[in-house]
Every structure is written in C-alpha cells, then in structure tokens.
C-alpha cells in the first residue's frame, strides 16, 4: 500500500512540475489545470452524497485526466519529471492552527447533525 501511495504522490509531484515548466505543452497544462480543479472543486458531475455512485466520478475522472495529461506530456520531459519529482524530498507544510480549525468545525458539525437527529426523532 506504502508503495502506491508513494508512486501516485511522485506522479502527482510530478505533474505539478510539469504544470510550472514552459516545455510542458499548452494543452498538456490545461488538462493538468482541470484535473486539479475538478479534484478540489466541491461541484462534481454526481454529488458525493448519493451512495456509492457519487465517488465513482472521483474514480473514474480524475485517473482519465491525470492519464491525458501524462500522455499529452512528451515522453522524455515526463521522465524528467518523474526523476525530479523522485530525488526531490516532498514535504507537506504542517499548521497546526489550521488542524485545529478542521477538527473544530467536524466537532461543530457532528454536534448539529446530533441537536438535528434528536429534534427530528422528538417530532
């Protein structure tokens, strides 16, 4: 498991490079662009809410654009990339404010689908 996180991280690394490299073709970065918009937007083509069939666009979608995009990227730079994105040490910045911030508001939400659940059951 270690291993495929690993290599998607390297890959995703990877097109992040790409996206900031002017050798990267036009097109290739639009498709780079879209792929990270769709995957941070909060709108997706079938809500998440709706069981099962709502996370099989993320599943689907996401693999296909990350896909063209490589394909679309010229064979010798994507090996580039990929090298650098290897030897390149990836760390995520650590917040610990915003940690906070995230644990606070799933606490908040939690306790109002409880106070929501308890005044829909007395009715």
């Known amino acids: 498991m270690k291993k495929s996180t ?4 390297n890959k995703a690394y990877a097109l992040y490079l790409a996206s900031h490299d002017n050798r990267t073709p036009l097109l290739a970065k ?3 662009g879209l792929v ?13 809410f709706i069981p099962v ?21 010229p064979l010798d730079l994507w090996q580039e990339y990929q090298t650098l994105a290897t030897l390149q040490i990836i760390e995520l910045p650590f917040n610990q404010k915003a940690g906070i911030a995230i644990i606070i508001i799933w606490l908040l939400s939690l306790a ?3 106070f929501w ?3 829909s059951l007395k009715a």
């Open 6 to 9: 690993t290599l998607l991280k």
């Open 30 to 32: 639009i498709v780079i």
């Open 36 to 48: 990270i918009a769709y995957a941070l937007s909060p709108i997706d083509l079938i809500p998440d």
């Open 53 to 73: 069939i709502g996370f099989l666009d993320d599943l689907i979608l996401l693999p296909i654009g990350i896909w063209l995009a490589i394909r679309l990227i």
């Open 112 to 114: 109002s689908l409880i």
């Open 117 to 119: 659940l308890s005044q």
